[in-house]
Nanobody
Framework: QVQLVESGGGLVQAGGSLRLSCAAS????????MGWFRQAPGQERKFVAA????????DYADSVKGRVTISRDSAKNTVNLQMNNLKPEDTAIYYC?????????????????WGQGTQVTVSS
């Protein structure tokens, strides 16, 4: 079993930056694909970014491409999401997810473990 805990959320002004972290425990996730999703009030949860088990392949939603970078630190068993030039529409709860087998994916159903989420609020 894998437990995921997100941190780094908060309140930031538009144009600012935040770095989210996802700490995994229970077992190493170095062989897992990892993803970030977000859910804004009244909306479905949506894909943000994903990274392959090796870190060599990344994928981003069009809405964040160029502003967000996903990375992983296998030694620390963590995955990070650097978010720059934040916009009010980035306001959401951000969730980390881990996928035991297969390539990184944009589909929620492809992930086996989820964190509880961290709130990001961007003021205009």
């Amino acid at each position: 079993q894998v437990q995921l805990v997100e941190s780094g959320g908060g309140l930031v002004q538009a144009g600012g930056s935040l770095r989210l972290s996802c700490a995994a425990s229970g077992r190493p996730v170095s062989s897992y694909a990892m993803g970030w999703f977000r859910q804004a009030p009244g909306q479905e949860r949506k894909f943000v970014a994903a990274v392959s088990w090796s870190g060599g392949t990344t994928d981003y939603a069009d809405s964040v491409k160029g502003r967000v970078t996903i990375s992983r630190d296998s030694a620390k068993n963590t995955v990070n999401l650097q978010m720059n030039n934040l916009k009010p529409e980035d306001t959401a709860i951000y969730y980390c997810a881990a996928r035991k087998w297969g390539l990184a994916t944009r589909f929620e159903s492809g992930y086996d473990y989820w964190g509880q989420g961290t709130q990001v609020t961007v003021s205009s």
